[in-house]
């Protein structure tokens, strides 16, 4: 894989122009892409930016944020050929910083749960997940050292964990979101993909210029609550294997890990996550779903079909739940620095057939808490699985410096 | 004015059909638009539907809302001939609730602060406000009985008081905001205008499916707290007048009505509006001030070059004080019913250079409380002159109820 820290360092010192350093990525996309199919589409001559902390840095943008210089099909027939007028904000973001965008990267249509025919890099007999399947399979690949996802349900967290690459959906609000099209306005978040997680702290703290993301100061030795999330059900061997690897890694690096229960309303909060999403989905995808019925991909489609009767009342009593749950996830941070979790139930499952099952993710989107991905172990088949390490709202420091201590604990063996 | 209650009770009866209820308001957009200019482009062959509780009426909409079906200019030349894919999810709601939308009204460009020619119909030498310009005059000239605007410091509630009609920002949240052009994702609310508050009343429940915002029970004789906000300077002597004007009549209606001063934190969260709005600015104009800076409307351009060094630190020091914030102005609500302040400093301003100051308004945006402009009297030049109704966040029939109790009051004197 491409690490963008290194890419960066290199290009800082002279040792490496960005002008190569985005060559290198285009040859890489030449010899995989075939192999994977993670882009829609291409930039037919990118160029290197001169300046700014992501110059020389290719950056694959998952199609359903909107792009001036690209068609945005947002997966699905509907948005055939369809071309925005202004590049959405997190783009410009990255162009602000001297990124260059070199393609946009698959996406289930809508971003929701209908397959791409993306492989995944590690194993091309099973999905990379979803929905954000190109960004995570381009990374993976090593094609690029950046992509943006989204995440509604897992559509973040799950893709890396599943690829083998760090990622991270940081708190809710902190990358804007407009030009995005919309699955759910209190839910979806963008999110970064990277080799490690200090490509994902430098990517970050360029894209919000906010350079506290990068001090590792932000939490030294954490104190470590692992949850398992019963009332999401029981995960896979290879899902629990990774969280006891990674705490015992953590533990032996020093790190104080207790095991954690959350609060009955957290629990609550898991399970009407469901109804804010679906009920926010037909509001958001009222066109599609009314005018192009018969072009909406099955999966979405059937979703929508089954939630009609969602009602004003059902949504608001959800909201109110997700409030309160919110204030205490907070309380829980008051004990520990970080929640360690699941980032999937298991390995990425065979075939493309399936993007996998966020239901170790959602709770987390609904709470808006930074979640990062970290590599845990390789399962049988060579297929990655990872953990989720998890920070209070707003903390997103604490989280990218807590999820590099967990990284390491984890090379160290 | 068409008073969209009126027009669904007698097409209920069967005294009026849908499609000469939108007769109705197609010869009068005939006979004014040409005087106002209150339309950007208009249906070629709109047609009523035969179901739905907004059969038959003709819908305005602020052109920086998407429409499938007509162009979608923002104000702005950058949009020129821009036609988006997909209705925004307002739009679908409207036209699932069976209103037939007419045409896009005008908007200052990106609804900031750049005036539009639209004249406001009570004086044509003076303003009808803005943003929401051609929403609010489209509806004070008779023309149609409900027309659609955003606000995100004053563009809904200002327009209304200027034109003299009612108008209701709805709790932060209540309408979706997915294919509104952004300004501020903290702040944008879409807005309806319409004749009277029970006309909003009918309008909101259709669109949101809840007919719980029809109850007048919701607040039988409110408990009145009159707040002068001080911390946003003095208001004009016809300000100041329609606040006790309307004070006067709620009490002699049998109202509770006293005195309040906001709490500290409240003043502050005024305060803090513009950085919140400036900081969300740049990110979601950013693709037009960067790529089409020579083209941007003079006023906005120059707000966005004044607060490029909003540093993040102060974004988030900003968004905490407007949570804090939020806890006051509930406690507020724990002793009254609804809040009754100013709609504007005072009447409409003479020419169209400015669409007026929206100092009374901002605070409530932030806060996400719902509001409602109530007409209360007719000032020098037959200006209309309005009060805000405002009660606790999520409260909106709350805030429908107590603004009738106004309205109603004012009628009798």
Redesign the interface.
């Known amino acids: 894989m491409i690490s963008l820290a290194e890419l960066q360092r290199r290009i800082e010192t002279g040792d490496l122009s960005p002008d190569a350093a985005l060559a290198q990525s285009q040859a890489a996309i030449d010899a995989h892409e075939k192999a994977i199919g993670a882009f829609v589409c291409r930039s037919e001559n990118p160029r290197a930016a001169g300046t700014g902390p992501l110059r020389g840095i290719a950056v694959g943008i998952k199609d359903i944020i909107d792009t ?1 210089d690209f068609p945005t099909e947002m997966g699905s027939p ?2 055939k050929n ?1 071309r925005p ?3 959405a ?1 997190v ?3 990255l ?2 910083a001297g990124a260059t965008i070199v393609g946009k990267t698959t996406t289930t249509a809508f971003a929701a749960n209908d397959p791409t025919a993306t492989l995944n890099p590690r194993n091309h007999g099973h999905t990379p997940g979803g929905s954000s399947s190109g960004s995570a399979a381009a990374v993976a690949a090593g094609m690029i050292p950046l992509a943006l996802g989204t995440q509604t349900g897992g559509s973040v967290i799950r893709p890396a964990s599943f690829c083998g690459i760090a990622a991270i959906k940081p708190s809710f ?1 902190l990358l ?4 995005v099209k ?1 699955f759910s ?2 839910l979806d978040t963008v999110g970064l993909f990277a080799a490690g997680v200090a490509d994902l702290a430098q990517g970050l703290a360029a894209m ?3 350079p506290e993301l990068l001090s590792a100061a932000a939490v030294k030795v954490p104190r470590i609550g692992v949850v398992m999330q019963e009332f999401a059900g029981e995960p896979e061997s290879a899902g629990a294997e990774a969280v006891r690897i990674a705490a015992a890694a953590a533990e032996r690096a020093g790190a104080s890990v207790r095991a954690l229960k959350l609060p009955e309303i957290v629990a609550e909060a898991w399970r009407i996550h469901p109804t804010i999403q679906d009920f ?1 989905a037909h ?2 995808f ?3 779903y ?2 192009n019925y018969e072009a909406m991909p099955p999966l979405l489609r059937g979703r929508l079909d089954e939630s009609r009767d969602i ?2 009342a059902a949504y ?1 009593a959800a909201r109110a739940v997700a409030i309160r749950a919110r204030a205490a996830v907070a309380q829980v941070f008051e004990d520990v620095d970080i929640l360690l979790t699941l980032s999937a139930p298991g390995a990425a499952p065979k075939g493309l057939s399936s993007t996998g099952d966020p239901r170790y993710n959602r709770l987390w989107t609904l709470m808006g808490n930074p979640c990062v991905n970290v590599p845990a172990f390789i399962a049988e088949g060579g297929l990655p699985v990872g953990v989720q390490v998890i920070a209070a709202y ?1 903390d997103d420091a604490r989280a990218l410096a807590a999820a590099r201590f967990v990284e390491e604990a984890l090379k160290r063996g």
Chains 1, 2 share one sequence.
């Open positions: 001036a509907i948005y369809h007028r202004a590049d904000a783009v410009m973001t162009k602000q609000h804007p979101k407009v030009g919309c306005w209190m919000t210029n906010r926010e509001h958001s009222a066109w599609e009314c005018e009602t004003p608001d707003g």
